[in-house]
Structure formats: C-alpha cells, structure tokens
C-alpha cells in the first residue's frame, strides 16, 4: 500500500510540475501548482492508513514527480 501511495503522488505531482514550470516564480500560480496536490496525497495516505513515518518518503515522490512534470516541459 505504501508503493500505491508513492506512485499516486509521482503521477498526480506530474502535471502540476508541468504547469509550474511555465509560471513566473513565486507567483500566486506557481505557488498553487506545488500545494494544490497536497490534501489530495494526504486524504489518500489517511485513507489508506498508511503510517505517519512514511511522510518524508511521500514528500520525496511529490517532488520527484513536481521535478519530472517540469523536465517534460522543458525538453525539446
């Protein structure tokens, strides 16, 4: 259950990362487009009843998946 929750967020973090990557930094867009997948992981996570240690890995795909959304913006 732990590996369906990591990849839930990597894929849901995906187009997020996309949209972020064409938005201004630190404006109110880019800002939305890194926490508006945030409830969505943790009502999955809680719902699931996966463990409140796993928090620092469930951090690490949301940013692996923010990260690849905007590197397939970026590539030619």
Excluded: D
């Excluded at 867009?29 to 890194?34: E, G, K, V």
């Amino acid at each position: 259950e732990v590996f369906l929750v990591l990849l839930f967020t990597v894929v849901l973090n995906l187009p997020f990362g996309y949209w972020r990557q064409g938005l201004r930094k630190f404006s109110l867009p880019w800002f939305l487009a890194i926490h508006l997948p945030i409830p969505l992981v943790i009502a999955f996570r809680i719902g699931l009843g996966i463990p409140y240690a796993t928090v620092p890995l469930v951090i690490a795909a949301a940013v692996t998946g923010q990260w690849a959304g905007g590197r397939f913006r970026k590539s030619p």
